[in-house]
């Protein structure tokens, strides 16, 4: 094993942030993020770094096949759901070291959940081209594809990342506004504000694995709704902003991994009716994408 000098770990040091940059965009996580750019520096102090004629270039190559094991691992050995009340104990997210506050403040959430929906090619093609501005032909040989299929993969992620409205946009953009008021409202416990943006008639339907033990799965009324919504403010902590199936909704996600999706019917500005899927085989099945 090579032992590493201390110019060696100045060059390293140089590419950390952007290899950080990298990781975090393919993997949603700050904690994973970090794990891989060790990886990579471990890689490094095994090799020759004389030999190596583009540093940057290598590691930006090393630490995306990392990611891209990782993504390929979790497809193989999902995560086992969060149970509904650990996220409900938890009011807002923990404080942050302010590193890896940055980091995360550096891309959306809702797009880092909608990426996480892609399959792992497709996330590396559409993150190192769109992102990063890396050619197509850097990028083949990473994924085991040629220049033109690396070509399609990205094309087709950024399909499902921007997704396609089923509103015109004047009524997609009021529609947001609807729903941010009401997960505004719903974060604050601002039992008000909440009533203010549901219809009295609103009806709430839940998948079991979404509740708490005993809780109903369908709820009328604007005030049942409302007190539910407030018992359960920890998950709007969490809550973003997304297209689902083409129409306005939220997702809950923490560590950028798709625990809740919310679909939401809105008449006029009210909200007649929304529904929350937690059903793990439902999720999968829902098209998500970022708001325009």
Request: hydrophobic share 50%; charged share 25%.
């Amino acid at each position: 094993m090579q032992v590493a000098d201390d110019g060696l770990t100045a060059r390293f040091e140089a590419e950390r942030g952007r290899l950080r940059a990298v990781a975090y965009r393919m993997l949603g996580e700050p904690t994973a993020a970090e794990d891989a750019v060790q990886e990579a520096w471990l890689r490094l102090s095994r090799v020759d770094a004389d030999e190596v004629d583009n540093l940057g270039g290598w590691l930006r190559t090393v630490i995306t096949r990392i990611c891209l094991d990782v993504l390929r691992a979790r497809r193989a050995r999902p995560e086992d759901p969060t149970e509904a009340g650990q996220l409900d104990e938890v009011p807002g997210a923990a404080a942050e070291p302010a590193e890896t506050a940055v980091l995360a403040d550096s891309v959306s959430r809702a797009l880092l959940i909608v990426l996480d929906t892609l399959e792992p090619a497709e996330r590396v093609a559409f993150v190192l081209h769109d992102m990063f501005a890396v050619p197509f032909d850097q990028i083949a040989p990473i994924v085991s594809r040629s220049p033109v299929a690396t070509k399609k993969l990205a094309s087709r992620a950024r399909h499902k990342v921007r997704g396609t409205t089923a509103v015109p946009a004047d009524e997609l953009a009021r529609q947001r506004r609807v729903v941010a008021a009401f997960l505004a409202a719903a974060r604050s416990g601002d039992l008000g504000g909440i009533l203010a943006v549901l219809a009295p008639d609103v009806v709430r339907r839940s998948d079991p694995a979404a509740l708490p033990p005993g809780a109903a799965a369908v709820v009328r009324g604007a005030q049942q709704v409302a007190r539910g919504t407030v018992a359960l403010a920890g998950r709007s902590q969490l809550a973003e902003l997304v297209l689902v199936n083409g129409r306005i909704g939220a997702v809950v996600a923490p560590g950028g991994r798709l625990r809740f999706a919310l679909a939401f019917r809105v008449d006029g500005d009210v909200i007649t009716e929304y529904e929350v899927i937690a059903d793990p085989n439902r999720l999968a099945r829902l098209d998500l994408a970022v708001l325009p």
